[in-house]
Nanobody, 124 residues
Framework: QVQLLESGGGLVQAGGSLRLSCAASGFTFSSYYMGWFRQAPGKEREFVAGINWSGSRTDYADSVKGRFTISRDNAKNTVYLQMNSLTSEDTAVYSC?????????????????WGQGTQVTVSS
């Protein structure tokens, strides 16, 4: 069965960095668009970043553009999210998700499988 397991979250001071990982299994990872989303308390889940099957095309929410970098290693079935210059506004549960094979989307309803999430807390 499809499994997505995030890791790398934690507590960091404002201005610091974290690198999240999402290990995938149960499907042909290299065929799918992958996304990172986040949900802060009392807010809707929002798109953060997405990457196509080969890693040649990426997409970012305006709020993280220039600070976050999404990447993937198809040999390791893993997608990453490097987060730099973190602020308190980045505090949320971060989840990775499997999109559709051929195209990307910022719409959470276009993602069929989700990890359990990892907490990122940025202290100011």
């Amino acid at each position: 069965q499809v499994q997505l397991l995030e890791s790398g979250g934690g507590l960091v001071q404002a201005g610091g960095s974290l690198r999240l990982s999402c290990a995938a299994s149960g499907f042909t990872f290299s065929s799918y668009y992958m996304g990172w989303f986040r949900q802060a308390p009392g807010k809707e889940r929002e798109f953060v970043a997405g990457i196509n099957w080969s890693g040649s095309r990426t997409d970012y929410a305006d709020s993280v553009k220039g600070r976050f970098t999404i990447s993937r290693d198809n040999a390791k079935n893993t997608v990453y999210l490097q987060m730099n210059s973190l602020t308190s506004e980045d505090t949320a549960v971060y989840s990775c998700a499997r999109g559709v094979p051929a195209w990307g989307s910022r719409n959470k309803f276009d993602y069929g499988y989700w990890g359990q999430g990892t907490q990122v807390t940025v202290s100011s």
